[in-house]
């Protein structure tokens, strides 16, 4: 069983964006490369989230790789917003265009990597019997791929069909003439509701928060938008890396919420609001994410949104978010979502009032109410940030273990490696803006960052990097130091953990900006990997 590679350079663990970036660079480099990939194509998170209405919520013109002038030039997108079979065509087309396939083996799951100080080899096994060795090792293994649903009594005695938007079919549901139930109002939730509610006899959406959202303001891509962004599409790349969400084109706030009248405030989010898109509105005034006086005014605005198009008084009521600031939890874009509560075949169910019990072989039941449901959709989310690598028995023989190094949050240096875990990388790790930026551009920045130091360890006849103790202790505190200076830990979200039950509470992404971020990344490679110890 399983097989041994020679001179193997680099095992990369996951073909979404990262990987392949990653095997692209790499391999330009002169490092021999091997990735493996759980699914059957690649394509990461486009793989697997095929739920209705599925899209992205940064622009397509900006959501696309930046390290090919001509590709970003040949490539057309349909829409102002990719949706997922936009992007997962792209990405297929990034994988025949630069040849990745021939270093994938597909529908294989990596379950171990141990590293042997004495050898200095990774030794990578897979369910299929792999065993690869190789003195480097890149997770690029995603921060929402591991997907979870809830532990409810009776989920294994239903009788119809059930599906998580995380893993979704890929020839599809047909919901026509179903009673559907869909548990969960994030972003998956709120883009899939309104297709679903466009088909299925009834639907039912079993709410526990409500969350923000804006609309996307979708629409067919046209000449004005493409082609000037085209014809600056290099100084946009190179902007997008001065900007908080490493995205260019936005003017950055100058003014705070507070120092407005109200007329002028809600005059700035109007149009924000009719524009459409997140970054956008949170660009509204500088203050929204740190002062909770001024994000309220935001937070009005968009309740009053919620009131204003929500036409039964007490379900607007319950759409409202009431129990975060705005922009602390992933802020929604969506298309038609609160419109869709006005069809007749639409119920909110909520169920921070009346809490589902069990779920039964005909459908749902809550404290007060029977729901007779054929589908039941969870659109619960993911173990975020950290539950992708936890799922890998990640250990060295120096007895350092991942369910024990994490087990009260993650620690890393720069989000991008562990102490204790020599030649062992990640890309868009917890602790790094990844999941608070364009996730392209954050991917291509790490995995250009660990390319250089890949050659440097190569030019210099080092074998061995690492971050110390003490570098991996001060980013720990000070990425919660700057959450501290923001809202963000007021929302209990998935950035905190929250929604997995017995999880560390504990702040995860670097809110200080990809600008900031970025610098510090590059200071350290410049002073030869500072906080590193690099050995031969
Ligand atoms: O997951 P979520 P998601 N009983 O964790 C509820 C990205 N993304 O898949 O808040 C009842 O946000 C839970 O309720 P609560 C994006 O970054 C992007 O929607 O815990 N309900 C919540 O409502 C996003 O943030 C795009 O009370 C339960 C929902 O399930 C991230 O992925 C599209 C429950 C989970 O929401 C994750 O989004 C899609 C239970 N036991 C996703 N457990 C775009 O680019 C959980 N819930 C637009």
């Known amino acids: 069983m399983g097989h041994q590679e020679k001179n193997l350079d680099v095992v990369i663990v996951g073909a979404g964006v990262a990987g392949l970036y990653a095997i692209h660079k790499l391999r330009g480099l002169g490092f021999s490369v091997k990735a493996f990939e759980a699914g059957d194509g690649v394509g990461g998170t486009w793989y697997w989230n095929r739920y ?13 790789f930046s390290f090919d002038p001509e590709l970003e030039q040949d490539w057309h997108w349909p829409e102002r917003y990719g949706n997922q079979g936009e992007i997962l065509e792209y990405v297929n087309h990034v994988a025949d265009r630069f040849d990745l396939r021939r270093d994938i083996q597909f529908e294989t799951r990596v379950t171990s990597a141990q590293f042997d100080d004495e050898s200095g080899l990774w030794t990578i096994e897979t369910d299929k019997g792999d065993v690869v060795k190789a003195p480097y090792c890149i997770m690029a293994t995603g921060n929402l791929s591991t997907p979870r649903k809830p532990s409810i009594p009776g989920i294994d005695n239903f009788e119809g069909d059930w599906f998580h938007t995380g893993q979704w079919p890929h020839g ?45 303001r979708n629409e067919p891509m046209t000449d004005a938008r493409e082609q000037p962004h085209k014809a600056t599409y290099r100084d946009r ?33 109007e149009a924000k609001w009719q524009e459409g898109g997140s970054i956008s509105f ?6 929204l994410l740190t002062n909770k006086e001024a994000n309220d005014t935001a937070s009005d605005f968009v309740r009053n949104k919620i009131r204003a198009t929500v036409k039964d008084e007490e379900t607007a009521e319950a759409l ?16 038609n979502y609160y419109e869709t509560y006005n069809r007749s075949n639409v119920d909110l169910v909520n169920i921070r009032k009346d809490p589902i019990q069990k779920i039964t072989s005909t459908g749902i039941e809550t404290q007060t109410q029977e729901y007779d449901l054929d589908v039941i959709v969870f659109a619960t989310g993911f173990d975020a940030m950290t539950g992708a690598m936890k799922e890998i028995d990640i250990r060295t023989d120096a007895g350092a273990d991942i369910q024990k190094k994490w087990q009260d949050g993650p620690a890393t240096y720069l989000g991008i490696m562990m102490a204790d875990f020599p030649n ?19 991917c291509e920045q790490h995995v250009n960052w660990i390319a250089d130091c890949l050659v440097h360890l190569r030019n210099s006849n080092y074998r061995r990097i690492v971050p110390t ?30 929604n997995i039950p017995g999880k560390p509470r504990v702040f ?29």
């Open 320 to 335: 409202c978010p009431n129990d975060h600031p705005i922009g602390t939890k992933r802020l929604i874009l969506d298309t």
């Open 424 to 442: 062992l990388f990640m890309v868009t790790g917890p602790q790094s803006p990844g999941v608070k930026s364009q996730m392209i551009l954050s």
């Open 282 to 287: 949170l660009y509204s005034f500088t203050d």
């Open 172 to 216: 599809g549901v047909d919901f026509t003439n179903k009673r559907v139930g869909i548990i969960g109002t994030g972003s998956s939730g709120v883009q899939s509701i309104p297709l679903i509610a466009s088909q299925a006899k009834h639907l039912f959406v079993f709410q526990r928060t409500a969350n923000f959202s804006l609309p996307a």
């Open 52 to 64: 209705p209405g599925c899209r992205c919520d940064v622009e397509s013109l900006e959501y696309s």
């Open 237 to 269: 790349r190179k902007a997008a890396y001065d900007t908080p969400f490493g995205i260019a084109g936005y003017p950055p706030p100058t003014k705070s919420a507070l120092e407005v009248s109200e007329d002028e405030r809600n005059a700035i989010f």
């Open 469 to 498: 103790q003490e570098s991996e202790q001060d980013w720990v505190t000070h990425n919660n130091w700057v959450a501290d200076q923001t809202l963000y830990p007021l929302a209990n979200s998935w950035y905190m953990g929250s």
């Open 508 to 536: 995860m992404p670097y809110v200080g900006g990809v600008h900031t971020y970025k610098k510090k990344c590059d200071e350290v490679a410049a002073a030869g990997y500072e906080g590193f110890e690099l050995s031969a």
